[in-house]
């Protein structure tokens, strides 16, 4: 892979502990590079259908994205735990929003929605929030190649499809996308803001929890998540934002 220019402030220590995650679960680096590139080839194969996910245009997005997370009074960061009510008073509050995935689901009001975090879980959620045209940043990891390939393929035939941002998560650089730090989808949003240049005090999580697999999240084994939610924990540690996280 070759490099790509980057602009973004990267703890490489939230980098570096995804070779330990890989470690912890048995995955291997080979399907995270090879999905990396299969989802920049994705976008450069549907640039004819929507022009903005070019390259060019790519960092066009990172850049409003950018500017739009660093003039925020506070950039909330909900997650899959949030219920219904805890994400109506963030749509109340002011600041804009990251939404972990499925949690896009529990917002009733979207004008405050600056992103979803993805990497490709959100189901129903996740694709309405794309056909509105909330910008996406798009994960790949190993075993999401064909949701994401999927889901890109349905979105470019959106009246306005979403703008998007790739991001991997492998420690080599990647032309066309983006590795900010991170693990899950919710401490993969608050890296993401941290890397925009948002100060950790200006930023506040909603439905973070270390023992319950929220209600937004994907179908998954119930003890794995767990185990996922413990990195999450660890992460949030490393950037002292874990005490917003519900035991």
Known sequence: MEPTNMHEAVDQRLVDIQDEVRDAFGWGLEEDLLAAEALVQR???LVAAVPSWSQEGRLASLDALRATLFAAERVTV???AATEEE???VAQQEGVIIAADGSVGALQVR???ACVVSDFDGGVHLH????EGVPIVAHSHGDNVQRFTRALSEWSQFDTPPSLILTHQTPAQCQ??????GFTDGDRAVCFALAMGVNPMNIDLVGFSLNTV???SATTVPEQKLKKLAWMYRILEMVELHDAVAP
């Open 176 to 181: 066309g996308a983006h590795n900010f730090g």
């Open 111 to 113: 004008n405050r929605l």
């Open 43 to 45: 976008t450069y194969e």
């Open 87 to 89: 994400a109506r008073r």
């Open 214 to 216: 929220g209600m937004w």
């Open 128 to 131: 309405s929030a794309a056909k």
């Open 78 to 80: 909900l997650g899959a």
